[in-house]
């Protein structure tokens, strides 16, 4: 396992569509290890693949820890997920996101989803969410088709927030092109 580099606004791999996956073998169980042990260390309670600039319909969940520090893992690793139905009932969170460091926004989604996915072994599996699981069950599968949570704010939020990370990663110049970042490149194919 390994920590990951995450990816972060203007980055436009966060803009691609990623490719659903066609099986579940080692390397891609590789690729879920690391993107738990990277979702645990930013700390996070989701990531997808693209956020370790892998575009494949890959993410983790683990929403466990929010309320109790203590709490046991309860990782999930979700493979090609679809929404097979989602609530007209609404529900408005805080979102955040590791790829928009240090800026969080209210934003509204249905509050209920179900969805049908491929679990870790390949197994087929149905999942019914609601609270902060529904948020970032919907917030995850979004990165999966380009879309940032971003994108539900007004036009006025988000480009303010676009203007400040385009102008923040000028200051900062181009990422360095070393170590993990090579590895990644090679591995995201
Ligand atoms: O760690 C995260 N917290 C979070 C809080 C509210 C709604 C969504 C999220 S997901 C985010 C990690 C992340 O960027 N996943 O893509
Ligand atoms: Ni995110």
Redesign the pocket.
């Known amino acids: 396992m390994a920590i990951r580099t995450i990816i972060a606004l203007p980055d436009p791999r966060l803009r691609l569509k990623c490719a659903p996956v066609p099986a579940i073998d080692a390397g891609i169980q590789a690729l879920m290890d690391d993107m738990l042990e990277t979702m645990y260390a930013?700390p996070?309670?989701?990531?997808?693949a693209i956020?370790i600039a892998v575009p494949k319909r890959v993410l983790v969940l683990d929403v466990a820890k929010r309320e109790d520090e203590n709490a046991a893992p309860e990782p999930l690793c979700i493979v090609n997920p679809e929404i097979l139905w989602t609530s007209d009932e609404l529900s408005t969170?805080?979102?955040?996101?590791?790829?928009i460091p240090e800026f969080f926004e209210d934003v509204e989604r249905p509050a209920r989803v179900r969805a049908r996915y491929l679990d870790r072994q390949g197994r087929a599996q149905e999942i019914e969410a609601d609270g902060?699981l529904a948020?970032?069950l919907q917030?995850?599968i979004d990165?999966l088709n380009g879309i940032l949570?971003i994108d539900h704010l007004s036009r006025l939020k988000r480009d303010r927030i676009t203007r400040k990370f385009a102008k923040t990663a000028k200051h900062r110049g181009p990422p360095r092109k070393s170590g993990a970042g090579k590895e990644q490149a090679a591995a995201g194919g």
């Open positions: 930013a996070g309670i989701g990531l997808a956020q969170h805080q979102e955040g996101c590791l790829s902060i948020t970032c917030h995850e990165h949570f």
